[in-house]
């Protein structure tokens, strides 16, 4: 015999006058009601003979009702004396109110009060309201506490509510009447703007077989991933008898240089063309960018029967944007009879941009397949994918 067995043994030979092992395996019973317990003394007094039950009545009778024996003794008992001592007969229970666990009452109120920056756990809230966690739990299955996810959203001041609204009400047809306003079909605009294209993202999800290994990537610094910015234009898709006559689909740029490599390595030799990201995008970029490569590809790709109607490139506000009135941008728009202007977009919103409402996150999905290894491997991938 092992020592859990002997101790086992030696603590039921010496506690067993006190512990009622007939309880073990037993599940609490639910209380009786006031009806079921007069049906018992109705079904008890109907089989006495002169106020006397039989040895086996009350083991018949509590199987029936799902009651212990020594419960439905206690109810016959208690009929008895009533009767004894002249009184109508009231077996009903003579708890008074709830027969459970008092519930203590909480004021859910003062989560008001909580600090945000206080109340970012189920922890957290348990100590300010000075109940458990599991009864948190509890107030979230029924709904009287909800768990928030919260995310920081850029800042408007009131000059940017207004001019966000001002540019809606311009983006209204003219022609359009009061009682039926429509926006501009904008095929006079063209939206252009900046993204970093990362070479993969730190977190990917991939189906596998139950066998196969999980795959394993590396990098050297996961918060710095290598990554190349390019420029993009886009303008609004043209359709003729449901046929696509313009994809809209202007050009993208990497904001970079070729320059040939000054030295022998073990992966080029002297003189090959290397690219260069541009490490800071400044104003004069841009500006050199817009001039060399914007104009070109919309004059190289625009309708020749639009050349004689306003062009409008549509930018944010960035600090490295060229000025609406730039004298050489300007310069170079008017050349050929062309008739190309800069507008800017109202500060802090993005969500007026067409590329930034989605178009970059549907090219970056389609180049995160591609598996690029190198920077220098992002710039066909990514004009690829935008063609």
Request: net charge positive; hydrophobic share 35%.
């Amino acid at each position: 015999m092992n020592f859990s067995s002997f101790f086992y043994f030696s603590f039921v030979r010496c506690h067993a006058h006190k512990f009622p092992f007939y309880l073990l395996g037993r599940r609490r019973s639910k209380e009786t009601s006031d009806e079921v317990r007069k049906q018992i003394y109705q079904t008890l007094l109907a089989r006495s003979k002169n106020g006397v039950l039989g040895k086996q009545v009350i083991k018949q009778v509590a199987p029936q009702f799902g009651l212990s024996i020594r419960t439905v003794q206690k109810i016959w008992h208690r009929g008895k004396n009533d009767l004894a001592q002249g009184n109508v007969v009231n077996v009903a229970s003579r708890k008074r109110g709830r027969v459970a666990r008092k519930v203590i009452p909480i004021d859910l109120e003062r989560l008001r009060d909580v600090p945000l920056s206080q109340s970012m756990t189920i922890e957290d809230v348990s100590k300010c309201l000075g109940v458990s966690k599991s009864k948190i739990m509890q107030y979230m299955g029924k709904g009287l506490i909800r768990r928030h996810y919260n995310k920081i959203k850029p800042f408007l001041t009131p000059a940017n509510k207004k001019s966000r609204l001002q540019w809606c009400l311009d983006m209204i047809d003219p022609a359009s009447t009061s009682n039926d306003p429509h926006f501009k079909d904008l095929f006079d605009h063209v939206f252009i703007d900046e993204k970093c294209f990362f070479l993969s993202q730190k977190s990917s999800k991939y189906y596998l077989l139950p066998e196969e290994d999980d795959p394993r990537r590396t990098s050297k610094s996961k918060n710095y991933i290598p990554r190349l910015m390019f420029l993009c234009i886009t303008a609004q898709p043209r359709f003729h008898d449901g046929v696509c006559i313009f994809d809209g689909k202007l050009g993208i740029f990497p904001l970079v240089t070729y320059e040939p490599a000054k030295r022998n390595s073990v992966n080029r030799q002297a003189g090959t063309i290397e690219i260069k990201p541009i490490t800071h995008i400044t104003r004069e970029v841009i500006q050199k960018f817009m001039i060399e490569n914007v104009l070109l590809a919309i004059k190289a790709k625009w309708h020749r029967e639009d050349m004689d109607k306003p062009i409008y490139i549509v930018q944010d506000n960035a600090p490295s944007h060229v000025h609406v009135d730039d004298p050489a941008f300007c310069e170079a728009a008017q050349q050929g009879g062309w008739d190309i202007r800069l507008k800017c977009q109202p500060s802090n919103s993005p969500d007026l941009n067409i590329l930034d409402l989605g178009f970059f996150r549907t090219i970056q999905a389609i180049q995160y397949k591609k598996s690029a290894k190198k920077v220098e491997e992002l710039v066909p991938i990514v004009e690829e994918v935008k063609s």
